[in-house]
């Protein structure tokens, strides 16, 4: 049985993007992690004409709100090279549990390589309206709050919720009106 995939059919329109790691692991509990995943945001956003209007960052997975020329060549490039820089990470770490389920994983799919570090596809849609945009960044914004990790959700460091309420945050972000 094939597997379902969302398509990206406009690529040129805003999405709403999910990406999680596989097996739901938790790898994003420690900064440098994390940061991997923001420097390549930063890096499309200066190189590869990236809009990126929100995000978040999760222990197990990431949703953002991305537009870009050519948004599914953009999000293959930024799974691509962050799966190999986390992988990397994890081995510098000595990480064994989870390299070991990354490369059990990976049976399943590609056989060109060792470990399948994020979950095939990556549940796009298109955001076609400003009330679409609005509800998606809400989401985006209120996912930490609703899973009880803080209060309210400019407090949750790695998400955009803080550019959204006027204060600094992690990187840069193409802010929606």
Not at 62 to 70: N, R
Request: proline content about 3%.
């Amino acid at each position: 049985m094939g597997r379902s995939r969302y398509v990206i059919l406009e690529p040129d329109k805003p999405h709403f993007l999910t990406c999680t790691v596989v097996e739901s692991l938790s790898v994003f509990t420690r900064p440098d992690s994390v940061q991997i995943l923001l420097d390549s945001w930063s890096h499309q956003r200066a190189n590869d004409g990236l809009r990126l209007f929100g995000y978040v960052i999760l222990e197990n997975h990431l949703h953002f709100v991305g537009q870009a020329p050519w948004l599914d060549k953009c999000l293959s490039s930024f799974k691509s090279y962050t799966a190999a820089r986390l992988i990397e990470l994890l081995e510098a770490h000595n990480a064994e549990r989870l390299l070991a389920r990354l490369r059990f994983a990976n049976r399943a799919h590609k056989k060109d390589r060792e470990y399948q570090f994020w979950q095939e596809g990556s549940h796009a849609e298109m955001v076609f309206s400003d009330t679409v945009m609005r509800e998606k960044l809400d989401y985006i914004h209120q996912n930490p709050v609703k899973r009880g990790y803080v209060d309210l959700p400019e407090h949750w460091r790695y998400s955009s919720a803080r550019n959204y309420g006027g204060q600094a945050g992690m990187i840069e972000i193409d802010r929606w009106c």
